[in-house]
Each structure stands twice: as structure tokens, then as C-alpha cells.
């Protein structure tokens, strides 16, 4: 079976052909992105207009990129995967359109992928997969949960973002000390040559009982400090780039190893953009170490979002029986849409 998948939530375009066979991992083919950081840079921020019509330039011109490299034709596909949500509207519906229009075309089924399930499931693109059950901690743009995965669709939600998420917390922290946009890997960048002690700044929710997380009031603590420092933000900017990734570090791991802990656990996984940040993977590295867990990561290459991890999510909902491609090629999309509801 080979499933094409078509990623077009936000910002970048995501195109790429897995096969599966029996009960094996799907086996990723090709792949191709596309990403508008360059486009957006000029407005310090996605601009979802701009988005959708980026994405209807790119969407068949990926797409014949990733059939060529695959040796596979248009016609051999079996299901034509794409993301139903969340995401940007406009931006969906690109990808939703274009799916459902190869579909009908080629007399092929759809399947709608939720988003967050891609990330979900994306190590298992890596050369180390996991192994059911785990604790999944997913930190991919507005979003920060954590999750125990028992298995495809059975996922219970531990503990939650109540305001801003990870990946907004580094987005922010950055614009406020003037790192531009996209303004995490920058920040992240920039906290290497810093001291992450430099600064006391708070670890909002970490002794709170739950596994909830809340980064709104560490973004306003660094506009504080950044306000004290004054015309000296220059000369501190690396040390306080470093206290900022320092604060969010430790919420992260430490709520982490506390889901491991009560659940039982012993096999963590981190997905989604933020997963990349080489602080967080060293710091969760050394606690699993001790603590006897693993602790599994998509490759570097698929934390952003991606055409595989769609495939993959798609693939492995049609392996497990859960969900059935349809020819029924009217759509919609869900720009907000729970992962545990699923």
C-alpha cells in the first residue's frame, strides 16, 4: 500500500510517499518541504493569507518531486493522506482541496490525518521507533501535553497547556529581545554562548500537583527583566536568551519524568518542533539515563512539520484498523480539534 501524505497546517509545505506493508513500520520512500520562514520573516510572523497561496504554488510541484525521486508513478498510489487539522483554515483547506482532488482524479481514497497525531507518531520514522505503551511529551507550536499512548488512537491526556505553550514561550521571549522571527531557534542559538543562571526567572506550574503547564507568566518575567536591563540588553541578551531556555528546559523534564513516574512507564517520546531544541534532548538524555528510561526522538530533519509524518499517521491508522479511507470526497477541516478525541 502505498499512502502519499499531504501536510499544509501552517507554514510549511509537506509532501511525501510511504509504503506499508502487513503489520510492518511503513517504510518512508521520499520526501519534500517546503518552508515559508523567508516569506514571513519580513512580517515578524506567519501571515495565514500569505500561507494558503504559498501553499497552492507548492503542493504538485512537491508532489511530482517526491513521486520522481520515489520511482513510483501518480497512478500507483493507494490512499492520498492529508492533514484535516488543526491548523490554519485557509491553509488546511489547500491541502484538504488538493488531496480530495487527486482522490476523485485517480479514483483512489482519502483519509484526513490529524495534525498532532503526525508529531505524535513521527519516531517512528527514526531509526530507534519505540514500542507501545509510552509517555509522549509533545511540544509542537501552540501546543505542550503530555500524553500516555497506548497505542494508535488510544492516547489519554496527563497534563495540558493552560495559556501560552513551549514553543510560544521561545517565539515570544525572542521577539522581546529583538531575535526576530522565527524567533526560537534563535533564541536557542543565541543561549549557547550564554549563562543559564544568569537570571532568576520563575518555573511557572512546576511544584502545582498536576502535570499542566502555563509559560505566559515566564514570557512576562523576561519582558520585565529585559526592561530592567535597559540599555545593557545588548551586553546581556546571551545570558538572559539562556535563563529564558534554562526555565523552559526544566519545566518540560521535570513534569516529564514526573508522567513516567506515575504511570509507570519506562519509555518516553518527544515530538514536535520544540523536541529539536538540543538543551531539552541533553537534559532529558541524562534524567532517562538515571532513571532507567528511554527515551525516543523523530530525526532532527522531521520535528518541523512534515509530508512523512502525515503518511506515517495515515498509514498506521489504516494498519491498526481504526480508520477507513473513504471515497467520499466532500471535506472539511477542524483549525481546532482535541488530539484525545480521536
Known amino acids: 500500500m502505498l499512502v502519499l501524505g499531504i501536510e499544509s497546517s501552517c507554514d510549511e509545505t509537506g509532501i511525501a510517499l510511504v509504503r506499508a506493508e502487513g503489520a510492518a513500520l ?6 519534500a518541504l517546503h518552508s515559508q520562514i523567508e516569506m514571513h520573516q519580513a512580517y515578524g510572523g506567519v501571515v495565514p493569507e500569505l500561507a494558503s497561496r504559498d501553499h497552492i504554488r507548492r503542493v504538485l510541484p512537491l508532489t511530482q518531486q517526491v513521486l520522481a ?7 500507483d498510489v493507494d490512499v492520498v493522506a492529508y492533514t484535516r ?9 489547500v491541502g484538504a482541496g488538493v488531496a480530495c482532488a487527486l482522490g476523485a482524479a485517480l479514483d483512489k481514497p482519502v483519509l484526513g490525518v490529524h495534525h498532532l497525531e503526525g508529531h505524535l507518531l513521527s519516531p517512528f520514522l527514526s531509526a530507534d521507533p519505540p514500542e507501545f505503551p509510552f509517555v509522549a511529551l509533545l511540544v509542537s507550536g501552540g501546543h505542550t501535553q503530555l500524553m500516555r499512548v497506548d497505542g494508535v488512537g488510544r492516547y489519554e491526556m496527563l497534563g495540558e497547556t493552560i495559556d501560552d505553550a513551549a514553543g510560544e514561550a521561545f517565539d515570544k521571549s525572542a521577539k522581546l529581545m529583538g531575535l526576530g522571527y522565527p524567533g526560537g531557534p534563535a533564541l536557542s542559538r543565541l543561549a549557547e554562548q550564554g549563562d543559564p543562571t544568569a537570571f532568576k526567572l520563575p518555573r511557572p506550574l512546576l511544584h502545582s500537583g498536576n502535570l499542566d503547564f502555563s509559560f505566559a507568566g515566564l514570557k512576562t518575567a523576561v519582558m520585565t527583566q529585559a526592561k530592567k536591563l535597559g540599555d545593557d540588553l545588548e551586553l546581556r541578551k546571551a545570558d538572559l536568551a539562556a535563563s529564558t531556555q534554562a526555565a523552559i528546559v526544566e519545566v518540560l523534564w521535570r513534569k516529564s519524568i514526573t508522567a513516567l513516574q506515575r504511570t509507570g512507564l519506562r519509555r518516553l517520546v518527544v515530538a514536535g518542533g520544540v523536541g529539536a531544541n538540543k538543551a531539552l534532548r541533553t537534559q532529558l538524555n541524562t534524567v532517562c539515563a538515571k532513571a532507567g528510561v528511554r527515551v525516543h526522538y523523530p530525526e532532527l530533519h522531521l520535528c518541523t512539520d512534515n509530508g512523512a509524518m502525515i503518511a506515517m499517521a495515515g498509514s498506521m491508522r489504516l494498519q491498526s484498523g481504526l480508520q477507513a479511507a473513504t471515497r467520499t470526497y466532500a471535506f472539511d477541516v477542524k483549525p481546532r480539534w482535541p488530539l484525545d478525541s480521536l
Open 26 to 31: 511503513p517504510v518512508l520512500l521520499s520526501h
Open 69 to 75: 525521486e520515489s520511482g513510483q508513478r501518480l497512478a
Open 85 to 93: 487539522g488543526p491548523g490554519l483554515a485557509g491553509a488546511l483547506l
